[in-house]
């Protein structure tokens, strides 16, 4: 009994231990973001550019508090790798040799995925849904546009895009592991298609439903791909557990 209470606590302590680092990690990152700011805020008006907007703010303390959000979601973004580093270390402790090591081999794509996702967002996606959104508009009012509103909607459609793009991934190592299946995947396809859908709306209330199905359209994609990866991985081993049985057989009969 005193052995398993040891290690939950262990097991909170280590999780203590790598949520700080991801705080301090972040903390950091977006503190020095700070200072360059300006930088990074003339890259996040360039969607708009061509509509030749002002941004406005309407609470003092507003302009100060939109350059902090600006900064933290920048410092979310920049210390991924390390954020993504610290949750398996964390989940490695319940894990094998083989498996530790199929982690890290895989911890380059689920960044590089993480940051194509981003990329995609901004460069495919984004520049679309503002031009739509702000030409259908302009049509019956004068577009007055809010900066933090406009900073923190850019922000979290890349942080979605971005975790969108990591899913189908990690679906194909959960169904490595046999922790899911290609059977169990295509089941719940109709549910994802919405909870995409829903995620969509509730982190981007504002745009329109062409928008919304050409942001789901790569991830849906993937999950598709996923699925298939899933099933091939499947049969493969189905076939690697037949071999030895029948080469058993095999060594049986060329005995008689």
Same mark, same amino acid.
């Given at each position: 009994?005193?052995?398993?209470?040891?290690?939950? /606590?262990?097991?909170?302590?280590?999780?203590?231990?790598? !949520?700080?680092?991801?705080?301090?990690?972040?903390? &950091? /990152?977006?503190?020095?973001?700070?200072?360059? /700011?300006?930088?990074?805020?003339? @890259?996040?008006? #360039?969607?708009?550019?061509?509509?030749?907007?002002?941004?406005? $703010?309407?609470?003092?303390?507003? =302009?100060? %508090?939109? #350059?902090?959000? %600006?900064?933290?979601?920048?410092? !979310?973004?920049?210390?991924?790798?390390?954020?993504? *580093?610290?949750?398996?270390?964390? %989940?490695?402790?319940?894990?094998?040799?083989?498996? #530790? +090591?199929?982690?890290?081999?895989?911890?380059?794509?689920?960044?590089?995925?993480?940051?194509?996702?981003?990329?995609?967002? $901004?460069?495919?996606?984004?520049?679309?849904?503002?031009?739509? !959104?702000?030409? *259908? =508009?302009?049509?019956?009012? +004068?577009? /007055?546009?809010?900066?933090?509103?406009?900073?923190?909607?850019?922000?979290?459609?890349?942080? *979605?895009?971005?975790?969108?793009?990591?899913?189908? *991934?990690?679906?194909?190592?959960?169904?490595?592991? &046999?922790?899911?299946?290609?059977? @169990?995947?295509?089941?719940?396809?109709?549910?994802?298609?919405?909870?995409?859908?829903?995620?969509?709306?509730? !982190?981007?209330?504002?745009?329109?439903?062409?928008?919304?199905?050409?942001?789901?359209?790569?991830?849906?994609?993937?999950?598709? %791909?996923?699925?298939?990866?899933? $099933?091939?991985?499947?049969?493969? +081993?189905?076939?690697?557990?037949?071999?030895?049985?029948?080469?058993?057989?095999?060594?049986?009969?060329? =005995? +008689?």
């Amino acid at each position: 009994m005193t052995a398993n209470e040891m290690s939950v /606590v262990d097991h909170l302590y280590e999780l203590r231990k790598r !949520l700080i680092i991801c705080v301090i990690s972040i903390s &950091s /990152v977006a503190f020095y973001t700070y200072y360059k /700011v300006n930088y990074l805020l003339n @890259i996040l008006m #360039k969607p708009i550019a061509k509509f030749n907007l002002s941004l406005v $703010y309407f609470r003092l303390t507003e =302009g100060f %508090v939109t #350059k902090l959000e %600006v900064c933290l979601i920048a410092g !979310l973004i920049i210390t991924s790798p390390i954020i993504m *580093y610290e949750i398996l270390a964390f %989940v490695r402790v319940g894990l094998t040799r083989g498996e #530790k +090591k199929f982690l890290y081999k895989n911890f380059f794509i689920l960044f590089s995925l993480f940051i194509l996702g981003i990329i995609f967002g $901004y460069t495919m996606i984004l520049p679309h849904s503002l031009s739509f !959104l702000i030409s *259908y =508009g302009s049509t019956y009012l +004068k577009p /007055v546009l809010n900066g933090s509103t406009y900073f923190n909607f850019i922000g979290i459609f890349c942080l *979605y895009t971005g975790i969108m793009f990591l899913i189908p *991934y990690v679906l194909a190592i959960l169904g490595k592991f &046999s922790l899911i299946s290609s059977r @169990i995947l295509r089941k719940k396809q109709i549910p994802v298609m919405l909870g995409v859908l829903v995620v969509e709306g509730v !982190l981007l209330p504002s745009v329109d439903f062409l928008t919304f199905a050409v942001a789901a359209s790569p991830v849906l994609f993937m999950y598709e %791909v996923s699925i298939w990866v899933i $099933y091939f991985n499947e049969r493969r +081993k189905r076939r690697r557990e037949n071999v030895p049985s029948n080469s058993r057989k095999g060594f049986k009969n060329r =005995g +008689k």
